[in-house]
């Protein structure tokens, strides 16, 4: 079963978001993990086990060390159980961008995957994050719905805050001229 139908089938059993995943994941899958606030990002190498970025401090991946990883600049590349990292949380399978991004085929995914177990990379919520890191490895491209809508979200505000400066400036000139 392909990616695309798979995704279909998840939906049209009225699987949600928060619904651990019923389906097994192949290798190459990108795993989505629900944490309280955002989401975690991991990809399926095999046998229970997936490649994410944690911490370099934390040895394990729970939800406080993925909250720690926001606010971190390093992160380490590590292969761990994925029912360890996912804990008390749900996930699911979601290969979203296969409709867009032709995934690399899953020997090279996961030849790749493997080369950078043990590795500190640099970590930036925005720019190279937990989606990034796998969407690289999968697509060769590295992708982030969720930074772009934070980006988009920070703009929005950077723009709102910028108007009401330049309001506030003409209203203090206005009653600062005499007439």
Not at 77 to 96: C, F, H, P, T, W
Not at 106 to 122: K, P, T
Request: net charge negative.
């Amino acid at each position: 079963m392909d990616n695309q139908q798979r995704r279909t089938d998840n939906m049209a059993s009225g699987e949600t978001d928060h619904l651990q995943c019923v389906e097994e994941p192949q290798p190459g899958d990108l795993i989505e993990i629900f944490r309280p606030a955002y989401q975690h990002w991991a990809l399926y190498l095999g046998d229970g086990y997936i490649i994410n970025l944690t911490p370099v401090d934390e040895g394990q991946a729970t939800a406080v060390s993925s909250v720690k990883s926001v606010f971190s600049r390093k992160a380490v590349v590590r292969m761990q159980l994925l029912k360890e990292v996912v804990g008390a949380d749900s996930y699911r399978i979601n290969n979203k961008y296969d409709d867009d991004h032709t995934p690399l085929p899953v020997s090279e995914i996961i030849q790749r995957a493997q080369m950078l177990i043990g590795q500190e990379v640099s970590y930036d919520l925005l720019g190279s994050n937990c989606e990034h890191f796998v969407t690289l490895l999968r697509y060769g491209e590295g992708v982030s719905e969720q930074a772009s809508r934070a980006i988009g979200a920070i703009s929005l505000v950077t723009a709102a805050a910028s108007a009401f400066s330049v309001l506030g400036l003409i209203n203090t000139r206005s009653r600062n001229r005499p007439f």
